[in-house]
């Protein structure tokens, strides 16, 4: 156990999702996100169960793969993502974020993804407690709180997450947790993240930051966007 990965600062990635992107050129969309200087794609999986909208399967991730060299994250927001989690890793994802309100044996669900050779991480939603997966933290490499209700891009952040996003901060580091690969945990936050609402959750503690419709709203365009979004959250991170 390494302690010290659990007290230092974790390194600031600004992650895009690819919802807003246009899905006629999604190849065309990852390099400009790549060339951006963006450090992981995000790719909302969605069931129209487990949340009411349907979006990407396995073979539209992999077609996309050759396009971008970053690092792609499959965020499954699906019912029962076990028999699916293979699928996804030979599609290119690196990490496999699971829900925790989405399975019985999220340990077990975690486990797999690791054998499957994916960094695993866990999401919970806006009303669930931390306490869902302060007994996987060493089965995780970064743990997501969503920052909206999911299912759809372009919706408020829920300001309230922070102390939540807080305390979670502190749950890891008394855990002495470093993660399941010994390099520290991570936490990403989801939902309305723009110029207004990324620094209270850096402040708070997250390190990860998934903005989707507003880096596409930046008039100066992407890289100009992942600039601003970066810079703010490092400074609100320092304060």
């Not at 690819?18 to 065309?28: E, K």
């Not at 990490?95 to 919970?124: C, D, F, K, N, Y």
């Not at 669930?128 to 952040?157: E, R, S």
């Not at 596409?216 to 959250?233: F, I, K, N, P």
């Amino acid at each position: 156990m390494n302690t010290s990965l659990t007290t230092a600062p974790r390194p600031i990635e600004i992650v895009p999702s690819v919802l807003p992107a246009d899905f006629a050129r999604l190849g065309d969309e990852c390099a400009a996100l790549a060339e951006a200087g963006v450090d992981r794609i995000q790719w909302d999986v969605m069931d129209g169960v487990f949340v009411p909208n349907l979006t990407f399967g396995p073979d539209v991730i992999a077609a996309c793969r050759p396009h971008a060299s970053v690092m792609f994250e499959a965020h499954l927001m699906v019912v029962d993502p076990d028999p699916m989690l293979g699928a996804y890793v030979d599609a290119g994802c690196e990490m496999l974020i699971i829900h925790a309100e989405s399975v019985t044996h999220l340990h077990r669900t975690l486990g797999r993804v690791a054998e499957l050779g994916a960094q695993p991480a866990v999401a919970i939603n806006p009303s669930t407690p931390i306490d869902a997966v302060a007994h996987v933290l060493d089965l995780v490499d970064m743990v997501l709180v969503m920052t909206v209700n999911p299912g759809f891009g372009g919706q408020a952040y829920i300001a309230a997450m922070e102390p939540k996003i807080a305390a979670l901060r502190q749950l890891i580091s008394q855990s002495g947790s470093a993660g399941a690969s010994g390099a520290g945990i991570d936490i990403e936050v989801d939902g309305g993240i723009s110029a207004e609402t990324i620094s209270g959750a850096a402040a708070a503690g997250a390190n990860v930051l998934v903005s989707g419709s507003a880096l596409y709203r930046y008039t100066e365009g992407l890289a100009h966007g992942v600039a601003d979004l970066r810079c703010r959250a490092e400074a609100a991170s320092r304060a």
